[in-house]
């Protein structure tokens, strides 16, 4: 599909770019008369990223919403956005669920309290594209990042990801599992957790995802997986409480499931405590997904809603990901270009061959049977 730009007849867009955001200087045609922030599928169509700044300074605030500090380093990210631009980013319900995003961008509709962006789950960002809910807006980066990462109609696309992994206290555990059949063994009796319900939780939904793959499921059957926690919970090993460095310094979530880089953040967030954590990717169940980034159609702060985009995706931006060991979208183009930081690259895990994603097809399916199956199946 093309993408969402407005061309006006006998001109050409021209962009006016910082290299601070990566955007190119170009010559060419006149420009056209630039259009509100709210319409703009572009930095250029706002008038140039100049342009775009001083509308987003004027807005002087982004709404945001479940953006916890500790997660893919938003901390960093959101002090750096602030400090770089003098905007002021609100973070409603900052430990909320995708399905908590997406119903807060209708019910404060209209409303000045209306998050301007959300991350979620890309199952989650397909269904809101689906409702109507999210401009198009093509980042300056939007050609770099790989086909199967982003909506053709630049509707959402994503940014940073990882793979589930378990972590584990080796000072509480005996011995630390390596795979989900590991899981099941009696000595890890109410010691397993995931991050949130996998019904509305994309990190949970990833992490059943990936025992289905474990379990002689696949892409197209995601059921594996949710008998595979229904037998965990069976044998009293799964563990509701939802695992986080609180959790684990009390010994309340000893094993948790959940993205590498939240699990390898748990080591630096220990460190100097009793907790001996260990991180291995389950080589049963090797599963890899990204969060997308969206932009409110009905963005009370347009402008700032597209520069925290144009941020996100940026050098810049995209290094600070890794700094809590996400795996940015652009990391391959940005190796190839030089913009990459080699070192917080390398502490990265190795994961043996290329990682595969299902298709969107594939995704809804999956989560369609999720919330059919799993509350039967495994309770709340």
């Known amino acids: 599909m093309a993408p969402h730009h407005r061309v006006r007849t006998g001109a050409v867009l021209c962009c ?36 775009l700044i001083r509308a987003a300074k004027k807005e002087g605030r982004l709404n945001t919403i479940a953006l916890p500090r500790q997660w893919a380093n938003y901390g960093g ?90 972590g584990c206290d080796a000072s509480r555990v005996r011995s630390c599992p390596e795979s989900f ?21 994309g990190s949970a939904f990833a992490a059943v995802y990936a025992a289905a793959l474990a379990n002689g499921g696949s892409f197209d059957n995601i059921q594996p997986g949710i008998d595979f926690f229904a037998r965990l919970d069976k044998a009293g090993n799964y563990h509701r409480a939802e695992p986080g460095p609180a959790t684990i310094a009390e010994g309340k979530t000893p094993i948790s499931i959940e993205w590498d880089y939240l699990n390898l953040q748990h080591i630096d967030r220990l460190r100097g405590t009793n907790v001996k954590w260990k991180v291995s990717i389950p080589f049963d169940g090797s599963f890899s997904q990204y969060y997308a980034m969206a932009i409110n159609k009905n963005a009370p702060h347009p402008a700032a809603a597209r520069l925290w985009e144009e941020y996100l995706f940026s050098p810049e931006g995209q290094n600070l990901r890794l700094v809590d060991y996400a795996r940015p979208v652009l990391m391959a183009a940005m190796a ?18 290329t990682p595969q994603f299902p298709t969107e097809a594939q995704l809804n399916k999956a989560l369609r049977t999720v919330r059919a199956q799993w509350a039967k199946a495994v309770g709340r």
């Open 181 to 201: 059949a590991d899981l099941l063994r009696p000595e890890y009796k109410g010691m397993v957790s995931i991050h949130g319900d996998p019904s509305s939780a």
């Open 336 to 353: 190839k270009n030089g913009t990459l930081d080699k070192a917080l690259a390398a502490r990265l895990p190795t994961v043996e061959g």
């Open 77 to 166: 990210l959101i002090d750096g956005f602030e400090k770089k631009y003098g905007i002021k980013v609100v973070v409603d319900d900052p430990n909320g669920h995708s399905s908590q995003e997406i119903e807060a961008l209708k019910r404060y509709r209209g409303q000045k309290r209306a998050p301007d962006v959300i991350d979620v789950g890309d199952t989650f960002a397909q269904s809101a594209a689906r409702q109507n809910l999210l401009a198009p807006y093509r980042v300056a980066q939007f050609d770099e990042i790989p086909p199967d990462q982003k909506d053709a109609d630049a509707r959402w696309y994503n940014n940073y990801g990882g793979y589930i992994s378990i």
């Open 16 to 51: 006016l770019g910082l290299v601070t955001l990566g955007l190119v200087a170009c010559q060419g045609g006149g420009p056209t008369r630039p259009v509100a922030p709210s319409r703009a599928g572009s930095a250029a169509e706002v008038g140039g990223t100049a342009a």
